[in-house]
């Protein structure tokens, strides 16, 4: 049973960077293929990237490019995602999501969210 | 990018009716389509794969169809604990984006 248990709350200045991490349980990280998502409040859900097992690296959505990184530290089994130049429309909650059956294409395992806010 | 479109954005309906959300996607994504639950203050929750695959441990009352660019996910007979937001989402080609969320309320 794959569990994600993300790092808690953090408060930021805009222009700032946010690191959150996402700590597996139950599998390894190699097993695994890592996404983040993030949620506004009271809006909806938005991809911002996970690693695609087919091109074998990280694809991020090209809204955040060049400002959100995704690593994996595959000793801890611990996922990060870094976003920079931070704003006031990135408060939001992040999660964490993954595949974890046969099936690739659906995140059946979430973390439990990491809330975000951006404000001076 | 994709987009998906989700009808209704809202509705109101009592325990025991039949409910169906619908999810339209700009282009066709074939069968890669997937719905979430939410609850407030909770992480989404997968309902079905792959437009109509249910997920282990979901109620039969949920069923998925569809393909190509229309979607239907239906609750045969509402629960108390059904009431809840559902997202649809594409997996079909990156960005897999969401559409905007049907918000399922009591009446």
């Not at chain 1, 690191?19 to 991809?47: F, I």
């Not at chain 1, 090209?62 to 089994?77: A, I, N, P, Y």
């Not at chain 2, 994709?2 to 325990?15: D, G, N």
């Not at chain 2, 009352?61 to 989402?89: M, V």
Request: include cysteine; hydrophobic fraction near 30%.
């Amino acid at each position: 049973q794959v569990q994600l248990v993300q790092s808690g709350a953090e408060v930021k200045n805009p222009g700032a960077s946010i690191k959150v991490s996402c700590k597996v349980s139950g599998y390894t990280l190699n097993e695994l293929s890592m996404h983040w998502v993030r949620q506004a409040p009271g809006k909806g859900l938005e991809w911002m990237g996970g690693f695609d097992p087919e091109e074998g690296e990280a694809i991020y959505s090209q809204k955040f490019q060049g400002r959100v990184t995704m690593t994996e530290d595959t000793f801890t089994d611990t996922a990060y995602m870094e976003l920079s130049s931070l704003r006031s429309e990135d408060t939001a909650v992040y999660y964490c999501a993954t595949p974890s059956g046969y099936y690739r294409y659906a995140f059946d395992v979430w973390g439990q969210g990491t809330v975000v806010t951006v404000s001076s | 990018d994709i987009q998906m479109t989700q009808s209704p954005s809202s509705l109101s309906a009592s325990v025991g009716d039949r409910v169906t959300l619908t999810c339209r996607a700009s282009q066709s994504i074939s069968n890669y389509l997937n719905w979430y639950q939410q609850k407030v203050g909770e992480a989404p929750k997968l309902l079905i794969y792959a437009a109509s695959s249910l997920q282990h441990r979901v109620p039969s009352r949920f069923t998925g169809s569809g393909s190509g660019t229309d979607f239907t996910l239906t609750i045969s007979s509402l629960q108390p604990e059904d009431f809840a937001t559902y997202f649809c989402q594409q997996s079909h080609s990156a960005p897999w984006t969401f559409g905007q969320g049907s918000k399922v309320e009591i009446k």
